[in-house]
């Protein structure tokens, strides 16, 4: 029971970064940015993050100042996806190529190569009073960080904002027919430019949780492929908030079944487990891509005739 | 472009290197504001040590050529899939592939003359990364999967590949406590072959393939298809051809590419499989290669060597500077790819307009381009004629 009762604990924690950075990419995603830098974003959050902690000593100020400095970052990724129309992919993949390169300079300039990371004030676990006593349910959903409630608690949010209000329509058309929002007076570059800021945010939060709630400090190249992930996540959960959490919770399952297995194999080699995440992924791609809602302007930059 | 005169054909050339230059003298100065940022070392200094780390002399020139190959095989890898409008954000796992299967063949027959195993060392290089690149082309093709995706995933599934391999089946019983696997039969390997440098046969191997990339896409039919599915997959498929045979085709060749560079490095440089064989993202830098190099055999060969010198410069300038981490080349590398795919910011409008409407054999304008997505990248007239 235990052993079960902390397998669902675990999946919700590590489902936490996925989640949090999709609920950030669902809506550029269906403003029609394809956002491959989000793994760079998540990388920048984390090192911005532990920096700021380091520097000012409490984690939520880190938090703050991961999410400005990778605020910035997105905008540059918004500067040359929307402002200069260039291809989204390649400049994605640039960007992070540029997040991997200066965290480890800024890294290296400010920590060296020290063996032995300096202290700093990192996210504790906040059980919900009462609730967390209830047996096997309060364990399971209420003894977590307080990101993981957050992220939680931003899927409905994020439903209602995608499909009950004027943002969410504005976001939904520009995606889905971008020439027929700039005729009736939609801003097409600032809608997009801006869902890319809000991927930011997000992103910023997710790398920092990363860095200073699943580890307590920053190393070169931590994400290791959590930003492409959260990309997935959106793909497999079709483009809508609550299939993002679906997703996010079955790419948190199997990474918490890699730790079960990699701590309980006996003759299964380490690398085989390592692998589930990746293979659950490719594997739920191929079984949602003919259907989806991904949206048509997906991808295009937008040019005014 | 064969009626063209002399100056014609000089601003053609001049133009064809415009965005290059610029977009590496951009990256080069925001670099010098990451090595003031980050070090307390002069950009000037530290970049003087780079290029003499590159180019300085001789032996440097060497060191470079060596870094070099596997770019330039890697860069093909991309090109060949950009010329055929498809992303491979994969090379990094198929070079890693490449150089297990490679790695496999290369430890496991002893005795064989080099006449059998060289060849069949190179072909299982070519193998190892080529099946990842059907797997990802019979993916996209059978499941609609986007590609970019997959590749990633399959990157880290190669690394723990890797992992598996040396730790496990490949590991060297010599030396049980490395995770590496046992060197190279002196039969699978390339050597040097010019007096007094340490560049080795590897080089000439990656001319032959520039020269076969530009044989096949420009001289040969299924070449032709590939890049008229590339450039305008509804002028294809309207022509009759069979734009999912295409995609798989090129994919299958793009990761042969880049598991063909594996393969070299592990037996010509590298001499054994290791899990530090791939610290350098040979396969990421490899884009940066190919978008520098504007997806062009030519291309690739000079911003493969430019390439080359800028990580062997970095290390030197790493050693010598001792603060200014050799990751600031990464930064510039990141930043030229930016400042390419974003290369419309530069462009001096006009004339620019003027000139691609004024109709080259592609016929496409700069703004027709930029509005298809799966166009190559290579401006229209950077096109000899589809």
């Given at each position: 029971m235990n052993e079960v009762v902390s397998f669902f604990s675990t999946t919700l924690r590590l489902a936490t970064p996925t989640l949090l950075a999709a609920l950030g990419i669902v809506f550029s995603e269906r403003a029609?940015?394809?956002?491959?830098?989000t793994e760079g974003m998540m990388l920048v959050g984390a090192l911005s993050g532990v920096i700021g902690s380091y520097v000012t000593g409490n984690v939520w100020l880190g938090t703050l100042i991961a999410i400005v400095v990778t605020v910035l970052f997105a905008a540059i990724f918004g500067f040359f996806?929307?402002?200069?129309?260039?291809d989204q992919t390649v400049i994605g993949t640039g960007m992070n190529l540029l997040a991997s390169g200066l965290t480890i300079t800024v890294n290296r300039a400010l920590?060296?190569?020290?063996t032995s990371p300096p202290e700093i004030d990192k996210f504790v676990i906040a059980p919900i009073p009462g609730l967390?006593?209830?047996?096997?349910i309060g364990p399971i959903?209420?003894?977590?960080?307080i990101l993981v409630y957050l992220a939680f608690l931003l899927v409905p949010i994020a439903h209602f904002v995608m499909f009950r209000t004027n943002v969410g329509l504005k976001v939904r058309s520009v995606g889905e027919n971008p020439k027929a929002c700039d005729t009736v007076g939609i801003r097409v570059g600032m809608t997009r430019f801006l869902s890319i800021l809000y991927s930011g945010i997000l992103a910023g939060i997710a790398g920092s949780f990363v860095s200073?709630?699943?580890?307590?400090f920053f190393t070169e190249g931590?994400?290791?492929?959590g930003g492409f992930i959260a990309l997935a996540a959106v793909v497999f959960g079709n483009y809508t908030p609550r299939g993002v959490m679906f997703s996010s919770l079955v790419f948190g399952a199997s990474n918490a079944l890699m730790y079960r297995l990699q701590a309980?194999?006996?003759?299964?080699?380490?690398q085989f487990p390592l692998m589930i995440p990746y293979v659950i992924t490719i594997v739920s791609l191929c079984i949602v891509s003919r259907r989806s809602n991904k949206p048509?302007?997906?991808?295009k930059p937008y040019i005014k005739e | 472009m064969e009626g063209l005169g002399i100056k014609q054909r000089l601003q053609e050339t001049l133009k064809s290197i415009y965005f290059p230059f610029v977009a590496i003298v951009v990256s080069l100065l925001i670099g010098s504001v990451v090595i003031l940022a980050t070090s307390t070392t002069s950009p000037l200094t530290a970049y003087g040590h780079m290029l003499k780390g590159a180019f300085g002399n001789l032996a440097a020139f060497d060191a470079t050529l060596i870094k070099a190959i596997p770019l330039i095989f890697t860069a093909l890898s991309f090109s060949l899939a950009r010329r055929s409008g498809i992303i491979n954000l994969g090379a990094e796992g198929q070079f890693m592939m490449g150089a297990l299967a490679a790695t496999a063949v290369g430890v496991a027959?002893?005795?064989?003359?080099a006449i059998i195993h060289l060849p069949a060392t190179l072909l299982a290089g070519f193998l190892g990364g080529a099946l990842v690149g059907l797997l990802t082309g019979v993916l996209k093709v059978r499941?609609?999967?986007?590609e970019l995706i997959i590749t990633i995933m399959l990157n880290y599934i190669a690394k723990e590949l890797i992992s598996f391999f040396v730790n496990g089946?490949?590991?060297d019983s010599a030396s049980s406590s490395y995770p590496q696997s046992a060197p190279m039969e002196p039969s699978a390997r390339l050597y040097k072959f010019i007096?007094?440098?340490?560049?080795?046969t590897g080089l000439i191997i990656a001319l032959v393939f520039i020269f076969l990339y530009y044989f096949f896409l420009w001289k040969t039919t299924a070449g032709f298809d590939m890049r008229v599915v590339g450039f305008n997959p509804s002028a294809g498929e309207y022509a009759g051809m069979n734009i999912g045979r295409s995609t798989i085709f090129a994919l299958f060749l793009a990761g042969g590419l880049a598991g063909l560079g594996g393969c070299i490095e592990i037996i010509a440089v590298q001499g054994r499989l290791m899990m530090?064989?791939?610290?350098?993202p040979y396969g990421f830098t490899g884009i940066a290669v190919a978008l520098l190099g504007n997806l062009n055999p030519l291309g690739v060969l000079f911003s493969g060597i430019l390439f080359g010198g800028l990580s062997a410069g970095a290390l030197r300038m790493e050693v010598m500077t001792?603060?200014?981490?050799?990751?600031v080349a990464v930064v510039i590398q990141a930043l030229i790819i930016l400042f390419i795919a974003g290369r419309q910011m530069f462009a001096i409008k006009k004339r620019y307009r003027s000139r691609s409407s004024?109709?080259?054999?592609?016929?496409?304008?700069v703004t027709d381009e930029a509005k298809d997505d799966d166009a190559p990248l290579a401006p229209a007239t950077a096109e000899e004629g589809v």
């Open positions: 029609g940015v394809v956002n491959i830098g996806t929307v402002v200069v129309k260039a920590f060296g190569a020290s967390s006593k209830i047996p096997v959903f209420f003894n977590h960080h200073m709630g699943m580890l307590s931590m994400i290791a492929g309980l194999a006996t003759n299964v080699p380490s048509l302007g997906s991808g | 027959t002893p005795n064989l003359p499941f609609g999967a986007s089946p490949l590991m007096p007094g440098m340490n560049v080795h530090t064989s791939f610290i350098v001792r603060n200014v981490s050799s990751s004024s109709g080259t054999s592609a016929g496409k304008t």
